[in-house]
């Protein structure tokens, strides 16, 4: 994977797909949500965009364009009993009345998982990310994610399996966390093997190391710190 080619990815997913606000001329994007210990938090990454390069069909069709959605979804998940679940997703649809000059927001999870079985997040391993509280803007060209928010919620999931949990209040302890989480990843076999995979693919080592410092929670798949 190429640098700029990551750039693009870790853009969708540090908001993990997602929730740009760019600049004057971009808008804000909704975020997923997820519920966890029983609260509910907004999402930064997106765990079905994976999910539906596998089943491309089952993606929900945009019948309307919704500036502060481009990828046509909301999905929320929830944690139960050590696994994570898809909860439900809506799009925006006709109604049901058939009128297809109005919309609303309907569930289309039927349509995703026909049998009505619990679609565990079984295809995801990494870090998600819910930030929540107040926050403050640092610039005009920042993720939603990457504001200063009061709080951070970081939790580890192997194969839809619900891991380490990590809360992290202030955004200065954030900013601590990423940069000891990125220390601790340069020591990892994962971190060799991903440096050697981008220089053969003509990668500088400056790009790189750019990459990771930026992207750090796009790269390590688990809290690598206490």
């Not at 760019?22 to 909704?30: D, E, P």
């Amino acid at each position: 994977m190429s640098f700029f080619y990551f750039i693009l990815i870790a853009g969708t997913m540090l908001a993990a797909t997602l929730l740009l606000s760019l600049n004057v001329y971009a808008t804000s994007q909704r975020p997923n949500r997820i519920y966890f210990d029983g609260k509910k938090y907004d999402l930064c990454t997106d765990p079905m965009e994976e999910y539906f390069k596998t089943y491309p069909n089952g993606k929900p069709k945009i019948y309307f364009r919704d500036t502060s959605l481009y990828r046509g979804y909301l999905a929320t998940f929830e944690t139960d009993g050590g696994s994570l679940f898809v909860k439900d997703i809506e799009a925006n649809k006709p109604r049901v009345s058939g009128d297809d000059s109005t919309a609303e927001w309907q569930s289309v999870l039927a349509d995703i998982v026909p049998s009505n079985e619990r679609l565990k997040v079984d295809w995801v391993t990494g870090l998600l990310v819910a930030p929540f509280g107040n926050y403050r803007q640092l610039d005009y060209t920042e993720y939603d994610c990457e504001l200063a928010y009061e709080n951070y919620l970081v939790i580890e999931v192997k194969d839809g399996q619900v891991g380490r949990s990590k809360r992290l209040v202030g955004f200065e302890n954030w900013m601590e966390f990423q940069q000891k989480q990125s220390d601790a990843f340069r020591k990892t076999k994962e971190f060799k093997d991903l440096v050697k995979k981008w220089r053969s693919e003509g990668d500088t080592d400056e790009s790189i190391n750019s990459a990771i410092k930026y992207s750090i929670l796009a790269h390590s798949k688990k809290i690598l710190v206490d």
